[in-house]
């Protein structure tokens, strides 16, 4: 998935689509069926983009910040809110984290 800042919208990554072998299409239709751009999820959304450009204004470390903010607490297995936004936001330093081995969150 990635998130438009500036909308909120969120939309399939065509380029994560091809290299998982999935249907963007039906990335697509799914985030249609769901409901998942509606008015107050792109709000909260973009809310939450804000919210992680302050934080990261104040943190000297873009990996541990995208690490306390990407992984669930310790012994849990939930994702955090707006799991997709805050990976977007940390784009390939994000993508790296969630690589690390042991996964044991997963």
């Excluded at 751009?37 to 983009?49: S, T």
Aim: contains cysteine; negative net charge.
């Amino acid at each position: 998935m990635r998130v438009n800042y500036e909308t909120g919208q969120i939309s399939a990554d065509a380029e994560a689509c091809k290299d998982a072998s999935i249907d963007v299409s039906k990335v697509e239709e799914t985030i249609r069926i769901l409901g998942l751009n509606v008015d107050r999820l792109k709000v909260a959304r973009r809310e939450h983009w804000r919210a992680l450009s302050k934080y990261l204004a104040n943190s000297e470390d873009i990996r541990e910040a995208a690490r306390r903010e990407l992984l669930p607490e310790e012994g849990s297995h939930r994702l955090k809110k707006f799991f997709s936004t805050t990976r977007s936001y940390f784009g390939p330093v994000a993508e790296e984290i969630l690589a690390e081995t042991p996964q044991e969150w997963i």
